[in-house]
């Protein structure tokens, strides 16, 4: 069971609608994929049309005590399944605070056997919870948006992390880009300088992924060969391909 985050510590950069379509690409791949809504906001269980309620309550889940089983649900999706956030998600930073590293990784040791990827949705902060999330996983997909205040954040998140013992590789890749600015396309351009592990499917702005809000679905489910749904498929095939080589 390999595990990726989709994480910044900057918001609205485009974090959950790449969870959500890059667990849907995976599970339209073959994978057995598990979506793990972490933000309390809980966009990624609304878009796929589930319940923000975690059975049992987050402590229990925190603990390991909670029986997985009827926490997680299905989705439309074969082979995508959701372990869904609620408004006690919000609890998740104290409930992690002083616990050992990589508790998310073990909190999912019961069903390791039954996906091949887990994704987690993040909020966009720097707390115990993302911590946790840092410990946890394989490598941490960035979304950034081709602009000035998007690539410093980057950089603060390099800087927070090259202070932690454990490594933890990340591979930013371009979100909401919009070629027909001057800006977006220089700022394309440094990237693979300043950062040799970001991937180079770029997701352009299109209105198709905000109307996954009114279709409570990923792209490729209503719009399949749209220019976004098929930017995604090429950044799930890039994922993959490093995923292979692990
Ligand atoms: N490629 C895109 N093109 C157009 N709109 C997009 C794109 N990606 C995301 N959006 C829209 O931008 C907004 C923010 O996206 P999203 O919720 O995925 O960001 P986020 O990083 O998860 O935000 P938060 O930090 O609040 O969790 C949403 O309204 C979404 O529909
Ligand atoms: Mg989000």
């Known amino acids: 069971m390999q595990m990726l985050a989709l994480y910044s510590i900057k918001g609205g950069v485009g974090k959950t609608a790449s969870a959500v379509n890059l667990a849907a690409e995976a599970a ?10 972490l933000d309390p906001q809980a966009a990624t269980t609304f878009y796929l049309k589930s ?25 439309e999706i074969e ?3 959701l372990l869904p956030a ?29 996906y091949d990827l887990v994704l987690l949705d993040c909020p966009p902060n720097l707390s115990a919870l993302s911590d946790q999330v840092f410990s946890s996983i394989d ?8 602009s000035t205040l998007s690539m410093r954040t980057l950089t603060l998140l390099r800087e927070h992390l090259d202070g932690q013992d454990q490594p933890c590789p990340v591979w930013p890749f371009a979100t ?18 300043q950062w040799p592990l970001r991937l180079s499917a770029t997701i352009p702005y299109a209105s198709v992924i905000e109307r996954m809000g009114v279709e409570q679905a990923p792209v490729a489910s209503f719009a399949r ?21 692990a």
């Open 225 to 245: 060969r749209t220019r976004a749904a098929q930017a995604y498929t090429a950044l799930w095939e890039e994922v993959a391909g490093r995923l292979g080589n």
């Open 86 to 114: 609620s408004f006690g998600s919000r609890e998740m930073d104290r409930l992690l605070e002083g616990r050992k590293p990589s508790r998310l990784r073990k909190i999912l040791k019961p069903i390791n056997d039954d």
């Open 51 to 75: 319940k923000a309620k975690v059975r049992g309550g987050i402590d229990k889940l925190v603990k390991g005590k909670a029986t997985l089983d009827k926490v997680i649900r299905a989705t």
């Open 79 to 81: 082979r995508l399944d």
């Open 139 to 146: 490598a941490l997909l960035v979304p950034v948006v081709p």
């Open 176 to 193: 909401l880009v919009d070629r027909r600015k001057r800006l977006h396309r220089d700022t394309l351009e440094t990237l693979p300088e």
């Open 28 to 37: 339209l791949a073959g994978k057995r994929v598990l979506l793990w809504d």
